[in-house]
């Protein structure tokens, strides 16, 4: 679409102009329009401004409501101000404005137009009940005009507000999510894509969906399509539509550097954020001098006497499942599950029985640790979804089950691993070679670190001596940015909550269970 930010920009100076007036602030004659200075006069400028200010951030938002409200606007302001040069610029505006209505998509769903018609009859109804009460004292009054500006702003403010969040999808939208997520093509995040929080849109012919939420106006995707590729295309379309109809921004947490430029033909910009961390498992391998360290974890496991099981959620036993709900609950010492775009949610709760457990066991069999994983890509991939361990269990457990795990997937032909996501990798790992504000933003992680743990978690995962590929996030502007990151963080750091699936949910075919390690 083209820009729409002149017409946004001419509202926003009409808007400064009426408040200078309402501030009684000296302007140039031919800015005022053509009525006397009172109280009353100013009193109608600061209403004025407030409700231009709206305007502006309707048309910005590129809504049709404001598209309309602009065009009555400058007629009136142009008859107001009469003949000068205030009133051929906005006609000129106005011209402008209707030779393109197509820039403007935005349209209030029928409910938002009911409460916007609702919100300005009660002002219209409050203000004249407040007149009729002190029609004795005609200096506490409120004129007609104020009335009628007032109820305008509450309308237009209605009107032009993002439309709301749509409801997570059903169980039936979901089953056949969960079967474009199984494509060979749809990439090791695909699972997140079932998250039971998420809405969809799917490409015309059905072939591939985009999972998203929507918070505070701006609808974030988590991850890339889901799906045929030769349909990711339209499923971004069919997306960047639907936000443009809602009035919404669109964003894309964990984009893929060779789909990037899908995002770029609808006018999003990305930047690179961090990593997900791969293992190749056709090449690795403990026997090296690079993996001392790991190897010495994972003896320090075999000596605490650690065996490890392997099973598939859906096959776990209640009491072993509520053991491990149990070390899960200590672990979080009361908080809820956080993150949106790389974990999925209802963790134990039958809500995704194929994802596969890998459980750490001590000598008395009592779970000491536990992780989670996703089928993906078609099988060729599990990825890594939740980790949980007791805080006091012997060291190294995380990376025996990351090994024993290895060992298991190469039996069932599964190539690869995707472990952690290494937020600001390149960040992190340039070491003296930072300068100036790279200095400082590794600083600010290093601080952080005890709330955050990136740079825990990146060396973590530095010791797999894993591949990386690179992900990144896409927005619609600069100026979106601090609208849009805030968004963002909320969405992996404030929770994400889970529930119950029903127990007929389909699902998708994954390996047998395993005992590995020191059985006893």
Not at 203 to 225: H, Q
Not at 404 to 426: E, H, I
Request: glycine letters at 10%.
């Amino acid at each position: 679409m083209r820009r729409v930010w002149p017409f946004a920009l001419a509202a926003a100076v009409f808007a400064a102009a009426a408040a200078l007036v309402a501030l009684h602030v000296h302007v140039p004659q031919w800015v005022r329009p053509a009525v006397p200075d009172s109280a009353e006069v100013r009193l109608h400028g600061a209403l004025l401004a407030v409700l231009l200010a709206v305007l502006a951030r309707g048309l910005a938002g590129r809504r049709k409501t404001a598209y309309w409200a602009g065009m009555v606007a400058a007629v009136c302001g142009a008859l107001t101000f009469g003949p000068g040069v205030p009133a051929v610029l906005l006609l000129i505006i106005g011209v402008l404005l209707a030779l393109r209505p197509a820039d403007f998509p935005a349209v209030p769903a029928l409910s938002r137009v009911r409460t916007a018609v609702a919100g300005g009859l009660i002002v219209l109804a409050g203000g004249g009940l407040y007149d009729a009460a002190l029609h004795w004292d005609a200096h506490l009054r409120v004129d007609l005009l104020s009335l009628l500006l007032i109820a305008a702003v509450v309308v237009l403010v209605v009107l032009v507000a993002p439309g709301p969040a749509p409801a997570p999808a059903d169980e039936l939208t979901r089953s056949v999510v969960r079967g474009l997520a199984a494509h060979p093509a749809s990439g090791t995040l695909a699972p997140f894509a079932l998250r039971h929080d998420k809405a969809y849109v799917f490409s015309p012919d059905g072939r591939a969906a985009l999972g998203y939420k929507v918070a505070f106006g701006v609808a974030v995707a988590g991850g890339d399509p889901v799906g045929h590729p030769d349909s990711y295309a339209a499923a971004v379309e069919a997306f960047t539509a639907r936000c443009a109809r809602d009035g919404w921004r669109p964003a894309v947490l964990g984009v893929r550097a060779e789909l990037a430029e899908l995002w770029h033909a609808h006018g999003l910009r990305s930047v690179g954020i961090g990593d997900e961390v791969l293992l190749d498992l056709d090449s690795f391998s403990l026997d090296t001098r690079a993996m001392r360290n790991v190897r010495q974890a994972v003896a320090r496991t075999h000596n605490a006497g650690v065996r490890t099981v392997i099973v598939r959620e859906g096959d776990l036993a209640p009491a072993l499942r509520a053991e491990l709900a149990e070390v899960s609950a200590r672990w979080l010492r009361g908080s809820r599950e956080r993150g949106f775009s790389m974990i999925l949610d209802g963790l134990l709760t039958g809500a995704h029985p194929d994802c596969v457990l890998v459980i750490a066991l001590d000598r008395a069999g009592r779970v000491v640790g536990f992780q989670r994983y996703a089928l993906c890509a078609g099988g060729e991939a599990l990825s890594l979804d939740t980790m949980r361990r007791d805080r006091g269990g012997p060291n190294g457990l995380n990376e025996r089950m990351i090994v024993d795990l290895v060992d298991r997937a190469r039996q069932w032909s599964v190539p690869v691993l995707s472990l952690n996501f290494a937020a600001f990798r390149t960040l992190l790992d340039a070491g003296s070679g930072r300068r100036g504000l790279e200095r400082l933003g590794y600083r600010a992680l290093h601080l952080l670190d005890p709330w955050i743990q990136l740079e825990s978690l990146y060396l973590f995962n530095a010791k797999f001596r894993p591949n990386y590929r690179p992900r990144s996030v896409a927005f619609p502007s600069w100026w979106s940015i601090p609208t849009v990151a805030a968004v963002m963080l909320g969405l992996e750091f404030t929770g994400s909550g889970t529930r119950r699936a029903p127990e007929t949910e389909p699902t998708l075919a994954a390996g047998p269970t395993m005992v590995t390690g020191d059985a006893e």
